[in-house]
């Protein structure tokens, strides 16, 4: 036993480069910890197979025992509903209690009956927190690991290790912190990984220490890192530690976790694949990082960062004129790597400070063909409507049937003769609203009413009850996030009002944008956009009964 407070002080030292890295995907446990985040059981078993569909090696489940939830989850993937032919599904939970048999333990029993090759055990491996937290010895925490592990391996598990607190245990009593590490490699453990579970340690600190560790342990130790994002440098503690000999990553996709969450995965494996050579999840899988991390934003109900790295629907967006000139010739002089290496693409943000070259090159990418009188009168109703209050870099549906309306090209789904809306207050206090729309389609005149818990819900209601029996594909189109902002708070009620809806069909997304002092106005005109795009999109190559072009 030691309890030495010493400290192995030894320089980073240049180390060759793992050939491969695994990566360990803890979403469904400790980025469930979010707050916001509530995962069914159901939605489990869709953000695992969409883990699995990347090609992580390792997805967490969860604790099985610490919640119904993980439990139940657990259950169905044992009992097959949960097919996974990449990745390896993980139990995770804590080593057996102080003063307890292994064979006895109510957590390790759990860990074996949920029924995963694979289990994590998580350790305390700082002196303060065995001290004050577990109230034990040092001691028995280090027999509490080496009994945990050599009972499950005895059982046929894979065993790995989480070493909570170990940065700052190492801080403080190094030989304990290590000597942890050593009781689980000798017991059978496959895997130690250090953890900042408070997430507060800088980059030059994570490459010392680890390089530190991996110094004074026999080389056949493997090691893993878990940080955590509190000092907002999660992705890049991780790949220093990769540096350090770290062959194992636990992280969450699109970052997720308690506080500020954990390692970004959706940047640290681009980034050890494509900056430092690594392999990871195999580079033919890399390109479905993008559409992973965007179906699992959905699954989670979380809308995706637009400006997260490789991943964001900005992330290869270029709005200055000089930036988007140059892409058109060489595109790696704004862009760090290839957009479609990781799923993503270019885009090119129209505003009223875009010049011709940008209109035109974001018509080419739109597949359509403006000529100088064309490319003028975009640029023209972009800076009158911008002056007015649009905002059409962040609403690309609304943008791209401009450019299309400057093409010659009218949408004839349908043509509004006149909506009403009326909100009703009953006697309980409760609120009723109704709209009636009248549109045509074709030559035929379409009335309907429906009722909805505010104007824009009733508004859509209506409009999809009167020619959804024509356009059965609405059905697919739905409105993911409304949002409002008052232009000029100074006019009072009297503001311009500014309306943006992101919808989706289930594969792609997009914004809409009305502007207007009556905040209906605004609504339908942003609403009449998102489904008109959505239909647009649902035809083939633009072409529809529906829709005319010159």
């Known amino acids: 036993m030691s309890g030495d407070h010493d400290h192995v002080a030894v320089a980073p030292v240049i180390r060759e480069l793992p050939e491969a890295v695994d990566i360990y995907d803890?979403?469904?446990?400790?980025?469930?910890?979010?707050?916001?985040?509530?995962?069914?059981?159901?939605?489990?078993?869709?953000?695992?197979?969409?883990?699995?569909?990347?090609?992580?090696?390792?997805?967490?489940?969860?604790?099985?025992?610490?919640?119904?939830?993980?439990?139940?989850?657990?259950?169905?993937?044992?009992?097959?509903?949960?097919?996974?032919?990449?990745?390896?599904?993980?139990?995770?939970?804590?080593?057996?209690?102080?003063?307890?048999?292994?064979?006895?333990?109510?957590?390790?029993?759990?860990?074996?009956?949920?029924?995963?090759?694979?289990?994590?055990?998580?350790?305390?491996?700082?002196?303060?927190?065995?001290?004050?937290?577990?109230?034990?010895?040092?001691?028995?925490?280090?027999?509490?690991?080496?009994?945990?592990?050599?009972?499950?391996?005895?059982?046929?598990?894979?065993?790995?290790?989480?070493?909570?607190?170990?940065f700052d245990g190492y801080r403080s009593n190094a030989r304990f912190s290590l000597d942890i590490l050593r009781a689980a490699h000798g017991a059978g453990a496959e895997?130690?990984?250090?953890?900042?579970?408070?997430?507060?340690?800088?980059?030059?600190?994570?490459?010392?220490?680890?390089?530190?560790?991996?110094?004074?342990?026999?080389?056949?130790?493997?090691?893993?890192?878990?940080?955590?994002?509190?000092?907002?440098?999660?992705?890049?503690?991780?790949?220093?530690?990769?540096?350090?000999?770290?062959?194992?990553?636990?992280?969450?996709?699109?970052?997720?976790?308690?506080?500020?969450?954990?390692?970004?995965?959706?940047?640290?494996?681009p980034n050890l694949t494509l900056k430092m050579g690594i392999r990871t999840i195999g580079r033919d899988r890399l390109e479905r990082i993008t559409p992973v991390a965007h179906h699992i934003a959905e699954l989670v109900n979380i809308a995706p960062d637009p400006h997260q790295p490789y991943v964001g629907q900005s992330a290869f967006a270029h709005k200055a004129g000089l930036h988007t000139s140059a892409i058109a010739r060489a595109p790696q002089a704004y862009e760090h790597v290839a957009p479609d290496a990781v799923g993503n693409g270019t885009r090119f943000v129209v505003s009223e400070m875009s010049g011709r070259s940008t209109i035109d090159l974001k018509a080419r990418q739109l597949g359509l063909s403006l000529d100088g009188e064309g490319l003028a009168e975009v640029l023209d109703n972009l800076k009158e409507l911008e002056h007015r209050g649009y905002h059409f870099e962040v609403a690309d549906g609304s943008l791209e049937l401009l450019m299309r309306a400057a093409t010659g090209w009218k949408q004839t789904f349908f043509r509004l003769e006149s909506f009403r809306v009326i909100t009703e207050q009953r006697e309980d206090g409760s609120y009723l609203t109704e709209a009636t729309i009248k549109v045509h389609v074709a030559d035929e005149r379409m009335l309907a009413t429906a009722e909805?818990?505010?104007?824009?819900?009733?508004?859509?209601?209506?409009?999809?009850?009167?020619?959804?029996?024509?356009?059965?594909?609405?059905?697919?189109?739905?409105?993911?996030?409304?949002?409002?902002?008052?232009?000029?708070?100074?006019?009072?009620?009297?503001?311009v009002t500014r309306v943006l809806i992101d919808s989706t069909d289930g594969e792609r997304t997009w914004t809409t944008i009305g502007v207007s002092e009556n905040i209906i106005e605004a609504s339908w005109e942003a609403l009449e956009d998102s489904l008109v795009f959505g239909l647009l999109q649902g035809s083939a190559d633009g072409q529809d009964e529906g829709v005319t072009t010159p």
């Open 191 to 269: 895997v130690a990984i250090l953890c900042d579970t408070n997430g507060g340690t800088l980059p030059a600190d994570a490459e010392r220490i680890v390089g530190a560790v991996r110094d004074a342990l026999d080389q056949g130790i493997e090691l893993g890192c878990h940080f955590h994002n509190d000092a907002g440098c999660a992705v890049a503690n991780s790949l220093v530690a990769v540096r350090q000999g770290c062959t194992q990553v636990q992280g969450c996709i699109n970052g997720y976790g308690e506080r500020t969450g954990n390692a970004d995965l959706c940047a640290t494996v």
């Open 26 to 166: 803890t979403t469904l446990r400790d980025g469930s910890q979010q707050e916001g985040l509530s995962l069914t059981v159901d939605d489990k078993l869709r953000v695992a197979e969409q883990l699995d569909h990347l090609g992580v090696q390792f997805i967490e489940g969860g604790w099985p025992g610490a919640n119904p939830k993980d439990e139940e989850f657990f259950r169905r993937a044992a009992a097959g509903e949960l097919h996974l032919h990449t990745s390896t599904l993980v139990a995770f939970g804590s080593t057996r209690k102080a003063r307890t048999a292994a064979d006895n333990d109510p957590v390790l029993r759990n860990l074996l009956d949920a029924q995963t090759s694979a289990v994590c055990l998580v350790a305390k491996s700082a002196e303060w927190h065995v001290t004050e937290t577990l109230r034990t010895t040092l001691t028995e925490a280090i027999d509490m690991v080496a009994d945990s592990v050599a009972y499950l391996r005895g059982q046929g598990r894979r065993v790995f290790l989480d070493a909570e607190h170990f």
């Open 452 to 495: 909805g818990n505010g104007p824009v819900n009733a508004l859509d209601a209506a409009l999809r009850k009167a020619i959804g029996s024509k356009y059965p594909e609405l059905a697919h189109l739905h409105l993911t996030d409304y949002k409002v902002r008052v232009l000029d708070t100074a006019k009072g009620t009297g503001a």
